[in-house]
């Protein structure tokens, strides 16, 4: 069966050295790194959290691709601040065109303390600052089931294998 | 009406500068980097000229990608070496799709010497080196439709303004 990870989280929290790893481990994979996809828009382009028409397009476009590798048997990992009404819009579609897939929805979270401490550890321009706490209220705010939460506050980066291990064989992150 | 430009031509030819600034130009535009979208494959990548299965994938994501940016009223730029059957398929697809959409196939094209000449000025992680020649090699063993072709060997690269005019204004690139 072919895999889905979605792979979310606030900024600053590792989702893409995650994301990036956990595709190197397969044979056969696509990594889909959602701020990407987003900014292929030019001109007009809007930030995803200022227009929710942007946001719904770079979600379909994230649909789509995930439906091609899917049909070319490639597992996909997608890197992108994922809520769950958006995975839900996501994974309605997957299933209405691809069948034997399987979606796993990873909430990554560190509290407060680690994530502005694993920002300040970013480059210069990739670090979020305040940005990132708000980004980890939304995610409070939304009262996520905490069963796709996953809290690495405890767990050194350097044991990244320990992390993908789990994502990839604990059933509680299967959507 | 919508507008899909795809340009073309050899490694070295100034592909990505032509169609980043030429995105810029549009209110509503997209803009689509082939090799970008190759390089989501990562467990199992194969390079595109060694696979034409890998091709054909990262041709059905461009497609989908642009029909939906088509359908957002956003015009296209895609930036890919495109021989003219890839054009072909793109073009079939997305007409099936979308209505009132306009497609412009350019290869931007240079003589030996000045390819030569561009490659050596990009940073040296981008140089193609004898790779460029063979791609430049292949467009012209496939007679390309000479209209489609644009020749900027004489055009001097702070002119690019009048490059992208062109390209805009001349119908001899209408697929």
Redesign the interface.
């Known amino acids: 069966m072919t895999q889905i990870y979605i792979i979310s989280g606030p900024a600053g929290v590792g989702k893409s050295t995650t994301s990036?790893k956990l595709?190197?481990?397969?044979?056969?994979?696509?990594?889909?790194k959602g701020d990407?996809i987003h900014h292929?828009?030019?001109?007009?382009y809007v930030p995803p959290w200022e227009s929710e028409?942007s946001l719904t397009?770079t979600w379909?476009?994230i649909a789509?691709?995930s439906i091609?590798?899917v049909q070319?048997r490639?597992?996909v990992?997608i890197d992108y601040v994922a809520f769950p009404e958006e995975v839900e819009t996501f994974s309605r579609k997957l299933c209405s065109h691809v069948k034997d897939v399987e979606i796993k929805y990873v909430v990554l979270w560190v509290d407060r303390a680690e994530l502005i401490r694993r920002d300040a550890l970013r480059e210069k321009e990739h670090q979020m600052g305040a940005r990132c706490l708000e980004l980890a209220e939304m995610f409070t705010r939304k009262k996520i089931d905490q069963r796709f939460v996953y809290d690495t506050t405890s767990i050194h980066p350097s044991a990244l294998n320990e992390v993908l291990s789990t994502i990839r064989d604990d059933t509680r992150f299967t959507y």
């Open positions: 990036n595709a190197k481990q397969f044979h056969h994979s696509a990594y889909i990407l292929m828009v030019v001109g007009g028409e397009l379909e476009n789509d691709l091609n590798f070319a490639k597992h990992i």
